[in-house]
């Protein structure tokens, strides 16, 4: 896409540009922990231009469970304003593009699950909240069809 501006931290744009170079067969994995990565496109929601952020794969049946852990950081991550602001995405899960809608959960149960869900696909997940006095949010992605 044109108006795609590649995240400041080299590692993270790294990651997609193979992620996405390879047409989803390599770079799948967070570093050396041999678990797998998707990669969310949005706006961003003041410049409008492309975003695309890796983070971990946590599926709930066909949707996907998108965490704004940030390794625990004190702030949300700034992908967590974009997705408030539009909900719309394209999630890649290896070779796979999927048009989906975010939507951020905060009723209780609903949480409960997916956080779940999340520290089994990811256990580190626990750790960085122990770490933050933040609520580490959570949105689910459905499909858009
Ligand atoms: N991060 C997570 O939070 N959870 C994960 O599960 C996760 C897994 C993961 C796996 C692999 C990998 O390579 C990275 C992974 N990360 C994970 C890190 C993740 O990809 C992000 O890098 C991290 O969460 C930080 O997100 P961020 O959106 O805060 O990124 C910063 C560094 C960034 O890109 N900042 C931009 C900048 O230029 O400073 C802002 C870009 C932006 O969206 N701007 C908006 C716009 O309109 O364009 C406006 C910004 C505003 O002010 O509102």
Redesign the pocket.
């Known amino acids: 896409m044109s108006d795609y501006?590649p995240?400041?931290?080299e590692?993270?744009a790294d990651?997609?540009a193979l992620y996405e170079s390879s047409g989803g067969t390599e770079g799948l994995?967070?570093?050396d922990t041999g678990l797998p990565?998707i990669i969310v496109t949005n706006?961003?929601?003041?410049?409008?231009?492309t975003?695309k952020?890796?983070?971990?794969r946590?599926v709930d049946g066909k949707n996907y469970v998108?965490?704004?852990?940030?390794?625990g950081?004190p702030t949300?991550?700034?992908?967590?304003?974009?997705l408030k602001?539009n909900q719309d995405v394209l999630i890649q899960d290896q070779t796979q593009v999927i048009a989906m809608h975010v939507r951020e959960i905060t009723a209780h149960e609903e949480r409960e699950r997916l956080w779940e869900i999340a520290v089994q696909a990811?256990p580190p997940?626990a750790d960085y909240q122990n770490k933050t006095d933040r609520v580490?949010p959570i949105f689910l992605a459905e499909s858009a069809e």
């Open positions: 501006i995240s400041p931290r590692w993270v990651q997609v994995t967070l570093r990565v706006k961003g929601n003041k410049t409008g231009a975003r952020t890796p983070l971990m946590v998108l965490i704004a852990s940030m390794g950081a949300h991550p700034v992908w967590y304003y974009n602001a990811y997940y580490i």
